[in-house]
């Protein structure tokens, strides 16, 4: 078992919602994001681990026909609306899930939910993913990674407490808006870190899609459809193979 989950969104689990209402073209260009990357191949049985309030699942379920089969959320606020969106979540966290529906085509966990497993457990949590994963079966990232315009932001920001008047106007344009009504991940890492760690726990055929390539405060303005790579965009997704 790992360290004790603090629920960051307790008594406050719309908050996702209304970040998706008040900046629905991020959140579109994610969504395109997700699908691109869970389509790479038949995506089968999908586990969603960190799912939220479960917003992209709704939204694969109702405009692609893609459904998620089980869901992990370890905040009992977000669990509870992403149930009421009719979704089957079980509330834990990646490392403490028994994953008892095994095995999975694909295993996902997008919005940077892995960015809260601690570095000392990240490793073995994947490694138990893979175990879980049916042959040739798919684990699936999606991160606002370490090294883009927002990523460095943020976690300046975090790491030494910046004063929100100094940065409110580059956020203004993003989803992180309203940051100071909820806590970001803790742990940041670049891309290929979270790639040659795949790599060294077995995973094969690593491809990478990227999305949202517009400077933070411009981010909100239109959508955009995911491209092929990593280096340009604040949003990424990862796919391994196992």
Do not use: C
């Amino acid at each position: 078992m790992g360290e004790a989950y603090f629920d960051r969104y307790q008594d406050n689990g719309r908050i996702l919602d209304d970040t998706w209402k008040a900046r629905p073209n991020i959140y579109e260009s994610r969504l395109r994001l997700l699908h691109r990357a869970l389509t790479t191949k038949d995506p089968g049985k999908i586990l969603s681990i960190g799912i939220g309030s479960g917003i992209f699942e709704t939204l694969l379920r109702s405009r692609y026909g893609i459904e998620v089969a089980e869901a992990v959320e370890p905040s009992a606020s977000l669990g509870q609306e992403a149930r009421s969106k009719g979704l089957n979540v079980v509330q834990s966290t990646a490392q403490d899930y028994d994953y008892a529906g095994a095995p999975y085509d694909t295993i996902v966990y997008n919005g940077s939910s892995f960015g809260f497993i601690p570095d000392d457990e990240i490793e073995a949590t994947f490694a138990r993913n893979r175990d879980v994963l049916a042959e040739g079966g798919r684990l699936v990232l999606t991160d606002v990674p370490e090294e883009s315009a927002l990523g460095i932001i943020l976690k300046l920001a975090q790491k030494y407490d910046i004063d929100r008047n100094d940065i409110d106007d580059l956020l203004a344009g993003t989803t992180f808006f309203n940051l100071n009504t909820h806590a970001y991940k803790p742990n940041w890492h670049p891309i290929t870190w979270y790639a040659n760690l795949l790599t060294r726990i077995g995973f094969t055929n690593v491809r990478y899609f990227q999305t949202v390539l517009a400077n933070p405060p411009y981010q909100k303005d239109e959508v955009e459809e995911p491209i092929e790579g990593f280096t340009k965009g604040n949003y990424v997704a990862i796919v391994a193979e196992r």
